[in-house]
């Protein structure tokens, strides 16, 4: 089926020149991550199952508030 293909997956490196390159860039308000939904812990289980759909196109933030 792979005919000799290779599939490679690009894993982030993270070492101490990338972690440089990250604090840069928010610190230059340059770095904004794409959050495409908010659930609260709550809907948990509705976050995930939209996430199993495909559909997401950035991150899915789940809110937790501290209990008082």
């Known amino acids: 089926m792979r005919r000799g293909r290779?599939?490679?997956?690009?894993?982030?490196?993270?070492?101490?020149?990338m972690m440089r390159l990250f604090r840069d860039l928010i610190e230059a308000g340059e770095f904004r991550?794409?959050?495409?939904?908010?659930?609260?812990?709550?809907?948990?289980?509705?976050?995930?199952?939209?996430?199993?759909?495909?559909?997401?196109?950035?991150n899915v933030v789940i809110t937790v508030v501290p209990a008082n």
């Open 6 to 17: 290779k599939v490679k997956f690009p894993f982030p490196k993270q070492d101490q020149e």
């Open 33 to 58: 991550p794409l959050i495409n939904r908010r659930y609260p812990l709550e809907e948990i289980v509705d976050a995930y199952r939209y996430v199993e759909t495909g559909q997401k196109a950035g």
